[in-house]
């Protein structure tokens, strides 16, 4: 039994770019089954009247930090090492796993009502973002986020917990598993190095933090000499399947490094400049021909973890900065937030793209919206006048997670309810602005 998406507009990656067709699209087993005709022996339990409607691959948030919702708007305003040192780090040593698993949920909840169907997530508290995630019916990449240096054994520690985490939810198949070495300022070379040659030996990816601000910049040219792309380069961190995120200060050296070694960039445009960083050079990026996707960052920093927000503010800011209004189209900052972030994490024979054989993750667009209306260019509308509200269903593998806005896998109220009780506990709540 299956779902019928019945006569619907949906969005098509063909050789010549993004494309809009209409027709039926076939969902069983977890797998898109066929688009357009027919298959001999299917049979729906569902239909899904495509009117005014318009499917969508979902969203792949490629560096985010689930569990920090919880921090949401806690720290504003503040520089990079003020935010990360002075404020967030003190909160989340006195976060307990609960507050993760909560923080994670609400970060799941934000995502899915705006259209996002994956996560590449870099977490501190194992067991907790992975949970969340197999009772959402959401889709992750989960890294251990790793901090050590030489061979000491919280480093140890913490990728050993990468591994238990990776063993005890083995069975849900939405869940994939890298390690995240946090920095080049908060790992040393000796435990980049362990990291790596861990990662070659698992056959696990690496999701690390790279060349974010000048402070990390200045940090690593006085103790290495040489750039953090370099750095991580010489560690072998990109000798697996690599996904930088942030990649602000590059120089034309660190882009040849990412374009040879294959290594994935994720772009945070809401979060590198809240932090007053600046924003990655992506359109060199992609004249060079580097996969670069689409990150929110978690949202202590963002503050919020919609896709839509984010390829709005990645089209504008290039366009702006280089003064070509070409430049990160509309049609580009789509495949970015999807496609790329698919193939950033290995997925890209499962997700990213709406086509037979793949995992059915789509979100369903209501066209009946001010943002579309009219109707004339759907792809300009989800790039430049879409905001998240419109994605009126998603699935998931195959499932069926929200319907007409109502998350069904989820329970909201009791997230909120959980956010109350953290807030008070934390003792934020009564901050006066
Ligand atoms: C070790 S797990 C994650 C760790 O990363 C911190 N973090 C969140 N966002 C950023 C960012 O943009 N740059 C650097 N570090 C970040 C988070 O607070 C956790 O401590
Ligand atoms: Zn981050």
Same mark, same amino acid.
């Given at each position: 039994?299956?779902?019928?998406?019945?006569?619907?507009?949906?969005?098509?990656?063909?050789?010549?770019?993004?494309?809009?067709?209409?027709?039926?699209?076939?969902?069983?087993?977890?797998?898109?089954?066929?688009?357009?005709?027919?298959?001999?022996?299917?049979?729906?339990?569902?239909?899904?009247?495509?009117?005014?409607?318009?499917?969508?691959?979902?969203?792949?948030?490629?560096?985010?930090?689930?569990?920090?919702?919880?921090?949401?708007?806690?720290?504003?305003?503040?520089?990079?090492?003020?935010?990360?040192?002075?404020?967030?780090?003190?909160?989340?040593?006195?976060?307990?796993?609960?507050?993760?698993?909560?923080?994670?949920?609400?970060?799941?909840?934000?995502?899915?009502?705006?259209?996002?169907?994956?996560?590449?997530?870099?977490?501190?508290?194992?067991?907790?973002?992975?949970?969340?995630?197999?009772?959402?019916?959401?889709?992750?990449?989960?890294?251990?986020?790793?901090?050590?240096?030489?061979?000491?054994?919280?480093?140890?520690?913490?990728?050993?917990?990468?591994?238990?985490?990776?063993?005890?939810?083995?069975?849900?198949?939405?869940?994939?598993?890298?390690?995240?070495?946090?920095?080049?300022?908060?790992?040393?070379?000796?435990?980049?190095?362990?990291?790596?040659?861990?990662?070659?030996?698992?056959?696990?990816?690496?999701?690390?933090?790279?060349?974010?601000?000048?402070?990390?910049?200045?940090?690593?040219?006085?103790?290495?000499?040489?750039?953090?792309?370099?750095?991580?380069?010489?560690?072998?961190?990109?000798?697996?399947?690599?996904?930088?995120?942030?990649?602000?200060?590059?120089?034309?050296?660190?882009?040849?490094?990412? *374009?040879?070694? !294959? %290594?994935?960039?994720? =772009?945070?445009? #809401?979060?590198?400049?809240?932090?007053? @960083?600046? &924003?990655?050079?992506?359109?060199?990026?992609?004249? *060079?021909?580097? !996969? %670069?996707?689409?990150? =929110?960052?978690? #949202?202590?920093?963002?503050?919020?973890? @919609?896709? &839509?927000?984010?390829?709005?503010?990645?089209?504008?800011?290039?366009?702006? %900065?280089?003064?070509?209004?070409?430049?990160?189209?509309?049609?580009?900052?789509?495949?970015?937030?999807?496609?790329?972030?698919?193939?950033?994490?290995?997925?890209?024979?499962?997700?990213?793209?709406?086509?037979?054989?793949?995992?059915?993750?789509?979100?369903?667009?209501?066209?009946?919206?001010?943002?579309?209306?009219?109707?004339?260019?759907?792809?300009?509308?989800?790039?430049?006048?879409?905001?998240?509200?419109?994605?009126?269903?998603?699935?998931?593998?195959?499932?069926?997670?929200?319907?007409?806005?109502?998350?069904?896998?989820?329970?909201?109220?009791?997230?909120?309810?959980?956010?109350?009780?953290?807030?008070?506990?934390?003792?934020?709540?009564?901050?006066?602005?």
């Amino acid at each position: 039994m299956g779902i019928l998406l019945k006569n619907i507009q949906m969005l098509l990656y063909t050789e010549k770019g993004p494309v809009v067709k209409r027709d039926n699209i076939y969902i069983e087993d977890r797998i898109i089954k066929a688009i357009g005709e027919r298959p001999d022996t299917f049979s729906e339990d569902k239909v899904i009247d495509g009117t005014d409607r318009f499917a969508i691959p979902g969203m792949i948030n490629a560096h985010t930090h689930s569990y920090m919702a919880f921090l949401r708007n806690v720290a504003d305003d503040l520089s990079f090492m003020d935010w990360l040192f002075g404020t967030i780090d003190p909160l989340e040593q006195k976060m307990s796993s609960e507050d993760a698993y909560w923080g994670a949920n609400l970060a799941i909840l934000e995502m899915m009502k705006s259209g996002t169907t994956c996560f590449n997530d870099m977490q501190m508290n194992i067991h907790q973002t992975t949970r969340a995630v197999k009772e959402s019916g959401m889709r992750a990449v989960i890294c251990r986020g790793l901090v050590g240096s030489g061979n000491d054994e919280a480093g140890r520690i913490r990728l050993n917990e990468a591994y238990e985490e990776r063993e005890a939810f083995k069975d849900c198949d939405r869940l994939n598993f890298f390690l995240g070495p946090h920095a080049p300022y908060t790992c040393d070379e000796e435990y980049l190095k362990i990291v790596a040659s861990e990662a070659k030996k698992e056959k696990m990816g690496i999701h690390i933090h790279l060349a974010e601000s000048l402070s990390e910049m200045e940090g690593c040219a006085e103790k290495y000499h040489c750039t953090p792309i370099e750095l991580a380069e010489r560690c072998g961190l990109f000798d697996v399947p690599a996904i930088a995120a942030h990649c602000v200060n590059v120089n034309d050296g660190d882009l040849d490094i990412l *374009k040879e070694k !294959n %290594v994935s960039v994720v =772009t945070n445009p #809401a979060s590198n400049m809240k932090l007053g @960083n600046g &924003f990655a050079p992506v359109a060199k990026m992609l004249e *060079k021909g580097i !996969n %670069v996707c689409l990150g =929110t960052d978690g #949202a202590a920093s963002n503050n919020s973890l @919609n896709m &839509f927000h984010e390829m709005n503010l990645l089209s504008l800011i290039h366009k702006g %900065v280089a003064k070509v209004p070409q430049c990160i189209s509309a049609k580009e900052a789509i495949q970015i937030a999807t496609i790329n972030g698919a193939k950033a994490l290995g997925l890209e024979q499962q997700i990213g793209s709406i086509e037979v054989g793949k995992k059915a993750d789509l979100a369903i667009i209501n066209l009946r919206t001010p943002s579309f209306m009219p109707k004339n260019n759907l792809i300009a509308g989800l790039a430049y006048s879409a905001n998240g509200s419109e994605v009126e269903t998603v699935i998931i593998d195959g499932t069926i997670t929200m319907e007409n806005r109502n998350v069904l896998t989820m329970d909201e109220e009791r997230i909120y309810f959980e956010m109350d009780q953290i807030l008070k506990k934390m003792g934020l709540e009564n901050k006066v602005y």
